[in-house]
């Protein structure tokens, strides 16, 4: 019985810990758009990007906001 509660409560944890990952990936982003040295093409790649991350956050799917957030990180040039 104690391992079964233990199991739900580090699951719950790790799925809330991954979930809040999300925003602070979106404002990573946010803030670093208005002065990025990149394409234009980049750059409406970046956006979309961002976008994507969000819409995916928004319906639970957050491995599918973190790669496409990550993604756009990368072209960012963001560590």
Same mark, same amino acid.
Do not use: W, Y
């Given at each position: 019985m104690k391992r079964t509660t233990?199991?739900?409560a580090l699951a719950?944890? +790790?799925s809330f810990a991954l979930a809040s990952?999300?925003?602070?990936?979106?404002k990573q982003i946010d803030? *670093?758009?208005? +002065?990025?040295?990149i394409s234009a093409a980049q750059m409406t790649e970046v956006k979309k990007l961002r976008a994507a991350g969000e819409a995916q956050?928004?319906?639970g799917k957050h491995a599918d906001s973190e790669a496409a957030l990550?993604? *756009?990180?990368?072209?960012?040039?963001?560590?």
């Amino acid at each position: 019985m104690k391992r079964t509660t233990l199991f739900v409560a580090l699951a719950f944890a +790790s799925s809330f810990a991954l979930a809040s990952s999300c925003p602070k990936l979106m404002k990573q982003i946010d803030d *670093a758009l208005p +002065s990025a040295k990149i394409s234009a093409a980049q750059m409406t790649e970046v956006k979309k990007l961002r976008a994507a991350g969000e819409a995916q956050h928004k319906a639970g799917k957050h491995a599918d906001s973190e790669a496409a957030l990550n993604k *756009a990180k990368g072209i960012l040039g963001i560590k």
